[in-house]
């Protein structure tokens, strides 16, 4: 899994509510693609870019094929996304050369 591949597999509206659909729990294809007034080649297209992108995995039993999440890419994003939210803003905790100067007097 790559971050390019994962963010153009997020970047679809209908990839985003497939994962929407899936936090409640694997679903067979079968279910997800009646959600949508769309082909099945279609939603298999789009499921096989959420597989490709690492963001679902999918479990074979007997005829039927069930999709599932797979936290630990979100997890991944997660924290990568929390770098930028952790940054303390240097500009509040140094001072400006305004205030350097006033204190070497």
Known sequence: ???PETFKALADPVRREILLMLRD?????GEISSKFDMTGATVSY???QLKKAGLIY???E???I???LNI???EEIMLWF????NTVDKSENEPSEKEEHSNEE
């Open 1 to 3: 899994m790559g971050f």
């Open 25 to 29: 729990g694997r679903m067979a294809a």
């Open 46 to 48: 789009h499921l096989s």
């Open 58 to 60: 999918e479990t074979k």
């Open 62 to 64: 007997k005829n039927f």
């Open 66 to 68: 069930y999709y599932s």
């Open 72 to 74: 630990s890419v979100f």
């Open 82 to 85: 929390n770098q930028f939210t």
